[in-house]
């Protein structure tokens, strides 16, 4: 099945519009939504999804943005918001369909669990608000639980500092037609604006509740990044930067942007592999990894970005380890 053309990102609006919130965005389009007979500021529609514990029910989320001062002064009541669930991506054949509300409370945000969707297949999703129209986004069922599934293709990124780099790697990553992201924590960062950095956060060290909305806004303002959100679902958990620095442990994996370009070449990198023998493979570059999943083996590919404090980096495959079924070992693929 086909994918919608998400290549546009964000339309250009003059003057220029700051999203307020995107509670787990997709894609975002700058419209002008008129609310209780008049426009009380230009919006945006956007949407993601997520997934419940059972996998056939995945969880729509869509949020209305408005400019900073049009909410400041509370002046954007309840709005009705129409969501479609779709078989194709034309929307010709209907699947599932309602009406949600996106009140102040919320940030305008809207949570619709959609039931009664066929396992193990992809659908197409949107959202309507007055005259205002979302991009498309896809999602994927689960197989039912007493079928093994042929194959499940995902990856799992961290750490994407916003000043620090570009995401170059969700740019790739949209192009292995992958069935599930996995985000480990770092989505967004709390620290106040670097003036010197390569792109700026707004405002100050986050504080309040309406600070974490901004700045989670902000990020989805990224067109590679909400355009990877419109690709497949996401599990998304967090760590230390959500909320305050180093109260967390640290994972396995490269971030996606956050300490700009890492070095090709580690120093001391045999003596420290030496030291750690559970360890198959160490680098600093910018990085995500892509894992293919079959009931014969689990195969994980190291993708690095050369580049990501410009346009147009690159990726490559740095390295790829195998575990196949019935073996507890993991090899060098």
Not at 57 to 82: G, I, K, M, T, Y
Not at 295 to 301: G, V
Request: charged content about 25%; hydrophobic content about 35%; overall charge negative.
């Amino acid at each position: 099945m086909g994918r919608p053309d998400r290549s546009a990102g964000f339309p250009r609006s003059s003057p220029p519009i700051i999203p307020l919130y995107l509670e787990h965005g997709d894609e975002a389009g700058l419209f002008q939504v008129p609310i209780g007979g008049e426009c009380v500021g230009e919006a945006a529609v956007a949407h993601d999804d997520a997934r419940d514990a059972i996998g056939r029910r995945p969880l729509l989320v869509d949020a209305l943005a408005v400019q900073l001062d049009a909410l400041a002064e509370q002046r954007f009541p309840c709005a009705a918001v129409r969501w479609e669930v779709a078989e194709d991506d034309s929307f010709q054949r209907i699947a599932r369909s309602g009406v949600a509300f996106a009140t102040p409370q919320l940030a305008h945000s809207v949570h619709v669990e959609v039931d009664g969707l066929a396992a193990d297949r992809w659908y197409f999703y949107r959202f309507h608000a007055a005259d205002a129209t979302s991009p498309v986004g896809r999602s994927r069922t689960m197989p039912t639980a007493d079928k093994l599934a042929e194959r499940l293709k995902f990856s799992f990124v961290s750490c994407q500092h916003y000043e620090q780099g570009l995401y170059t790697g969700y740019q790739h990553m949209a192009g292995e037609e992958l069935d599930l992201v996995i985000h480990l924590g770092d989505y967004i960062y709390e620290g106040p604006t670097n003036r010197r950095a390569l792109r700026q956060h707004v405002g100050g060290k986050l504080l309040t509740l309406a600070d974490y909305r901004n700045r989670h806004a902000q990020y989805k303002s990224d067109p590679l990044l909400s355009g990877m959100h419109g690709q497949c679902p996401w599990l998304v958990t967090w760590d230390d930067h959500e909320f305050e620095n180093n109260w967390a442990a640290e994972f396995v994996g490269s971030s996606i942007s956050s300490s700009g370009n890492g070095p090709q070449e580690v120093s001391g990198l045999d003596a420290l592999l030496a030291e750690n023998p559970c360890v198959k493979f160490h680098d600093r570059q910018r990085a995500y990894v892509t894992c293919t999943v079959t009931p014969e083996r689990w195969q994980s590919d190291y993708r690095v970005i050369d580049e990501v404090l410009k346009p147009g980096g690159k990726v490559s495959t740095a390295a790829s380890f195998v575990v196949e079924a019935g073996k507890p070992t993991i090899e060098r693929a």
